[in-house]
């Protein structure tokens, strides 16, 4: 949660007077629970989803999640009408493996971010995984980011946020 990008977005969304919801998945931090690989942490996505449709009474959710965070969010695209779109920050295509590449598939609106120097979320392979997805679909490169966003924090930050305002 306290991660240099998730922070710089979600300040960013605050500063813009957009609500936002952000935790850690189970095991990290001060989150109880163990680790799952995947299963347990795409359920508690969809715990927050209900949370907010049931007990907050949002009619419009976005999801923006980065690196493992993007893989599991992202993934969760489809549980909701409710839910309009995501950003995906880093998604960890060759290291979360396949699953989470096709439960992120939808035809709602993606934008992926993605630096070009990133070899977690490996920037070579970026393309071949882009263009899997459905339109619309967006991305931007970051030039000289790597996956950590090291000073590259607020400009990823900036690009969720313009591409939330494009339709929400």
Not at 86 to 91: C, L, R, V
Not at 133 to 153: N, Q, W
Request: net charge neutral; with cysteine.
């Amino acid at each position: 949660m306290w991660n240099s990008v998730v922070s710089e977005v979600f300040n960013h969304s605050i500063k813009n007077n957009i609500s936002c919801l952000r935790f850690n998945f189970r095991a990290v931090g001060g989150s109880t629970g163990a680790h799952s690989s995947g299963r347990g942490e795409l359920s508690d996505v969809k715990a927050c989803i209900d949370f907010l449709i049931n007990n907050k009474k949002v009619e419009n959710i976005f999801i923006c999640g980065y690196s493992y965070g993007a893989a599991i969010g992202c993934s969760a695209v489809n549980y909701s009408e409710k839910i309009s779109g995501y950003a995906a920050i880093s998604f960890p295509w060759d290291f979360i493996g396949m699953k989470y590449k096709k439960l992120s598939q939808t035809n709602k609106p993606k934008l992926f971010i993605q630096g070009d120097r990133d070899d977690i979320a490996n920037y070579n392979k970026f393309q071949e995984h882009y263009d899997y997805y459905l339109e619309p679909k967006e991305f931007r490169i970051v030039s000289g980011a790597d996956h950590f966003y090291g000073g590259y924090e607020n400009l990823a930050a900036t690009e969720v946020f313009k591409f939330y305002e494009t339709f929400i």
